[in-house]
């Protein structure tokens, strides 16, 4: 079965960081583009983040860009983000998601795992 | 950035019913949108990518057209599961952009 597990997630004061993980499983993950995509509450999804299959390639919304780092490890069949100088407005699930084409469409996704920013 | 526009914003139908929803872009961006459904607690699922295609295990009563700037999700006869907010998004051009939803809600 081809699953997304998000990890890492929580409580953070503002300018604090985080890692974020997902954990790939059932595909070929070095074959895929992967995805973050986030939730703010009662809102709806916002991409942030696209990696190409070898991480040779990154493309970022500009109100992470400089903020928000994406990258993967295809030896372990994982996907982070690390966030960095986090503000309230970050607060929102945080999706990864499985690339369909270039640009892609998102045919895969996990659970989430919950950011939030807050003193 | 491309702006993506739904209408309408909530849809109050019956089961069994047609629900026909509207995703219009700011600029053409050819066939490259997908419709995602998400419902209450869950991640969105794909349900229609560039415009038209169905997704893996997606039922036939969900179908999708469009082209340009103008897009149509059709949802041929409601079930109750199908109760919940669709979200259009484009591939076209960085940044990826999504919709802000329809809502279809039990009537």
């Known amino acids: 079965e081809v699953q997304l597990l998000e990890s890492g997630g929580g409580l953070v004061q503002p300018g604090g960081s985080l890692r974020l993980s997902c954990a790939a499983s059932?595909?070929?993950?070095?074959?895929?583009?992967m995805n973050w995509v986030r939730q703010a509450p009662g809102k709806g999804p916002e991409w942030v983040s696209t990696?190409?299959?070898?991480?040779?390639?990154?493309n970022f919304a500009d109100s992470v860009k400089g903020r928000f780092t994406i990258s993967r490890d295809n030896s372990n069949n994982t996907l982070y983000l690390q966030l960095n100088s986090l503000r309230a407005g970050d607060t929102a699930v945080y999706y990864c998601?499985?690339?369909?084409?270039?640009?892609?469409?998102?045919?895969?996704w996990g659970k989430g795992t919950t950011v939030t920013v807050s003193s | 950035e491309i702006v993506l526009t739904q209408s309408p914003a909530t849809l109050s139908l019956s089961p069994g019913e047609r629900a026909t929803l509207s995703c219009r872009a700011s600029?053409?961006?050819?066939?490259?949108l997908a419709w995602y459904q998400q419902r209450p607690g869950q991640a969105p699922r794909l349900l229609i990518y560039d415009a038209s295609n169905r997704a893996t295990g997606v039922p036939a009563r969900f179908s999708g057209s469009g082209s340009g700037t103008d897009f149509t999700l059709t949802i041929s006869t409601l079930e109750p599961e199908d109760f919940a907010i669709y979200y259009c998004?484009?591939?076209?051009?960085?940044?990826?952009?999504f919709g802000p939803g329809t809502k279809v809600d039990i009537k």
């Open positions: 600029q053409s961006v050819s066939s490259y």
């Open positions: 059932g595909f070929t993950f070095s074959n895929y583009g």
């Open positions: 998004q484009q591939r076209s051009n960085w940044p990826l952009t």
């Open positions: 990696i190409t299959t070898t991480g040779g390639s990154t």
């Open positions: 998601a499985r690339s369909k084409g270039w640009p892609p469409h998102l045919d895969v």
